[in-house]
């Protein structure tokens, strides 16, 4: 049996997004057990030129959403990026997760071959959906993940890559 478009993409995002979440909680803990303001962390960057903590936890959600409805040929929800807050982006990842989560399986099935484009400052990229599934969106998402956690690490929450794999 062949791996599914479907099983390739919404398992593989709700899983790490659960993650991601277990991961603010671990944050939100850390800054509260050492008398940090929470902004301390979601203000947090890597480099000045790049995303804070909240905009990576959006921007994952982003991912996420089309990386799963552009393949299924689904319209996704529109987000207005106004979480500030540990609630809030837990909020965005839940909706996220109920959305992608409940996209029909069967939207999936001409998804390898469905045509995808993505508009960007520079033009318009075209893929099939499964170019675009394994060549763009798992990538995008996965360093959105990966930079949240490294905000997370470098801030000092005691977090490893037992964490980052939901190995307990």
């Not at 990576?56 to 106004?82: E, I, L, M, Y």
């Not at 995008?140 to 997370?152: K, M, P, Q, S």
Request: overall charge negative; aromatic content about 8%; proline content about 5%.
């Amino acid at each position: 049996m062949s791996l599914s478009m479907y099983d390739a993409s919404v398992p593989v995002f709700a899983k790490a997004l659960t993650v991601l979440s277990t991961l603010l909680d671990k944050g939100e803990a850390h800054a509260a057990a050492h008398s940090l303001a929470p902004t301390e962390l979601l203000e947090a960057r890597l480099a000045p030129d790049m995303y804070a903590l909240t905009r990576q936890v959006q921007a994952a959600c982003d991912a996420a959403k089309f990386g799963s409805a552009r393949p299924a040929g689904v319209t996704p929800p529109s987000n207005p990026d106004t979480e500030a807050t540990f609630a809030e982006l837990h909020g965005r990842i839940q909706a996220t997760l109920d959305f992608i989560t409940g996209i029909d399986k069967a939207a999936f099935n001409e998804a390898a071959a469905r045509p995808v484009t993505v508009k960007t400052g520079g033009g318009e990229l075209n893929f099939t959906g499964q170019n675009y599934l394994l060549g763009f969106a798992l990538p995008n998402f996965f360093f959105h993940i990966v930079t949240a956690y490294d905000i997370l690490r470098h801030k000092g929450v005691e977090i490893g890559k037992r964490d980052f794999l939901a190995l307990g």
